[in-house]
Structures are given as C-alpha cells and as structure tokens.
C-alpha cells in the first residue's frame, strides 16, 4: 500500500523541481547565468545574516533536547531515503524572538523562533508537521531563484518574504510532508492540526504568510487532498501522545523566553 504513494512522491519532485526553483525576473538585475548552486550558496549566506544579526540572539539547547530532536530528524530522513537524496546534517537553531516563525536553508538548517515553540506548538505533532516539511524543503531545494543585493544586515520582514512560497507549492509540500510524517511512523494528520493552528492564529501569522487568506486557503486544499485519499487517519481524534522528551524540550525553551 506504500509502494504507490512513494512513487507518486518521487515523480512528483522530479517533475516539479524545476518549477520550484523558478526565477523571479523583477528581481534580478545581473545578467550572469547562476546555476543552483549559486543560488543555494547565496539564500545559505542570507539565512546566516540574519541568524547571526538577530539582536536577541540564539538559544543553546541542553545536550538532551539536541538527542531529542536529533532522534526525530534521523527517524524522518532515514525512513525517505529514496526521496530525500540530498546527505544533508540537518540543525536546528531557536532565536529569540517575539514573532512566531520557522523557515529552512538550503544547507539543512532549520530555524524556528522561540515564540513558536513556546506559545504556537501545543503538542508533539505539531513541532513533526515543521520539521516533515522543512527537512523535505531544504532536500529538495523548494525556494525561489532571486537574486538579491548583498548587506550587512537582513530584517524578519525581507527574510520572510524571499523565503515566502506560492500557495500551490506550499499545498504540494505538505502533501508529501504527509507522506513523509506516515512513512516515519507518524500520523500524517498532524500537517492538518498545524495548518488550523496558524489559520486560528492568522493574524500573528500574517508576517511569515503575507497575508491571512493564503492559511485558509492552505487548509481547504489540504481538507481535499484528504478527502480525497479517503485516509483512515480522517479524524484528528487519533492524534499520538506527545512524549516527555517533546514535553521536556518545549519547558527548556520556555525558560529562555
């Protein structure tokens, strides 16, 4: 029953791919042919400013909660192997911050803010429907081609906004984030829980989003997505327990904020 859906997933991207990395003309001025690696090197240089640039800076995380989150990641990346090609070391780095948001590079990093993690993610699911679609975003290089002006320091506001993804790529992440979740052992609608959890907090969202329509109608593609699949996990009454180690980690991050 796996077999389809893993081949579905694995046409899917290398369909899409190309699509994905479109260029967006108005932003580039240089006449220079870039190949991906530039690109990638370049997001890679402009996610680093930012972290490095952020005034409150980051949260080191005790060697605990790096076994916790480092279990979760292997888990995901090892069972999509055929689709996750990229060797990739995966980190995750939490800034202090007021303003909820998460986002990938290219180079396997994953950041999310403090205030994510300590007010937005209630249970363990949650924090998997990030990192499913992140890990699956950085491996197959899901961002915009844009060329952009180098400088000393990169605000939230334009760091969200070069990361920002048209609505039919994001929706077609989480499709395969949800098959990502259920080949790992996870229930795959915790990418639907997630999804409602920022459309019922959309305003503190709008900054990461662009805008409070784009969440709802996040949610309406993926409810057909499902309906479509006729999926046994329909219910989000079947949402797994969340473990001490997510519990643990998440109190860690709390006392820091």
């Known amino acids: 029953m796996r077999t389809l ?34 690109y990638s090197d370049q997001l ?8 490095n640039s952020s005034q409150k800076g980051t949260i080191k995380i005790s060697k605990k909660s790096k076994k916790y989150l480092g279990e979760v990641i292997l888990n995901l ?14 980190e995750i780095i939490i800034i202090k ?55 000393e320091f990169i605000p939230l506001e334009k760091m969200m906004f070069i990361l920002r993804l048209p609505i039919s790529i994001k929706s077609e992440l989480n499709k395969w984030a949800y098959y990502c979740m259920r080949r790992s052992g996870y229930n795959g609608m915790h990418i639907l829980s997630w999804i409602q959890r920022q459309n019922k907090k959309m305003h503190d969202f709008v900054l990461m989003l662009g805008d409070a329509k784009s969440i709802a109608l996040e949610e309406t593609i993926f409810k057909t997505f499902i309906i479509d699949k006729k999926s046994r996990e329909s219910s989000l009454k079947k949402r797994s327990n969340s473990s001490k180690k997510f519990y643990k980690f998440i109190g860690e991050i709390k006392k820091h904020s």
């Open 77 to 90: 990346s090892n069972n999509n192997s055929l689709v996750l090609k990229k060797k990739l070391s995966y």
């Open 5 to 38: 859906p893993l081949l579905l997933m694995i046409i899917f991207l290398l369909q899409s791919c190309a699509f994905l990395l479109g260029d967006n003309e108005q932003n580039i001025s240089a006449k220079t042919e870039w190949k991906n690696e530039d």
């Open 44 to 51: 890679n240089w402009i996610g680093n400013v930012f972290i």
């Open 97 to 151: 911050h007021s303003t909820p948001f998460y986002f990938s590079l290219p180079n396997g990093k994953i950041i999310l803010s403090s205030q994510i993690i300590s007010k937005y993610i209630e249970h363990e699911g949650h924090l998997l429907a990030i990192l499913s679609t992140e890990i699956l975003r950085s491996n197959k290089m899901a961002y915009v081609k844009t060329k952009l002006i180098p400088t």
